[in-house]
């Protein structure tokens, strides 16, 4: 079966390791271990591979993340997939650094990514891994404080969690959704 994983986040060299381009990271990992690269393509950069019986085409959408949808759509359009086989890997606020959420629809939550998402497809039930990327920050800076690069302390945790996310892409794809969370969402970090 294929599966479509987008990885959020802002293309260019200034938005790089930032917390809210943590979707890129992740599926940067999962394309590297795969022994893959990225291609650029309309409405962002693909990255095809095998994880076993599953075929992965990778997006990290080069729309910036407010417009996110446009690349979603066109791309489940092309690749002939349905929602169901989508999984959008997103950065999250209301997380604690380093800890993995496996839902199979919901709330945008205020991400701009994925509420554009949403409007785009016409729907809430798509399946999101989303990383806590922590809230340390003074109101009124969430803007500031997603657009900022991750500490010395969490930069040491940053692969095992990384490596954390691409196995809970794999179970998905391979194990399906439900399996996943039940295996995955008790974990702490």
Same mark, same amino acid.
């Given at each position: ?13 200034? $938005? ?47 729309? $910036? ?77 969430? $803007? ?46």
């Amino acid at each position: 079966m294929k599966y479509l994983i987008v990885g959020l986040g802002n293309i260019g060299e200034a $938005y790089w390791g930032t917390r809210h381009n943590m979707g890129f990271r992740i599926v940067n990992e999962l394309a590297e271990l795969a022994g893959v690269s990225f291609q650029d393509e309309r409405y962002g950069a693909i990255a095809r591979m095998r994880v076993k019986n599953a075929e992965i085409v990778a997006l990290k959408p080069n729309t $910036y993340m407010n417009l996110s949808g446009l690349a979603v759509r066109y791309r489940l359009q092309k690749e002939e997939l349905p929602v169901s086989q989508l999984l959008i890997v997103v950065d999250d606020l209301a997380l604690p650094f380093g800890t993995l959420r496996l839902k199979p629809g919901g709330s945008h939550g205020g991400h701009n990514g994925l509420r554009h998402i949403e409007e785009t497809l016409a729907t809430k039930e798509y399946a999101r891994l989303r990383f806590g990327i922590g809230n340390d920050f003074e109101p009124g800076r969430q $803007y500031d404080y997603v657009l900022s690069k991750f500490e010395e302390a969490e930069l040491e945790k940053m692969p095992e969690r990384v490596t954390k996310a691409v196995a809970v892409i794999h179970s998905f794809c391979l194990s399906g959704i439900d399996f996943t969370m039940n295996h995955f969402n008790s974990l702490t970090v």
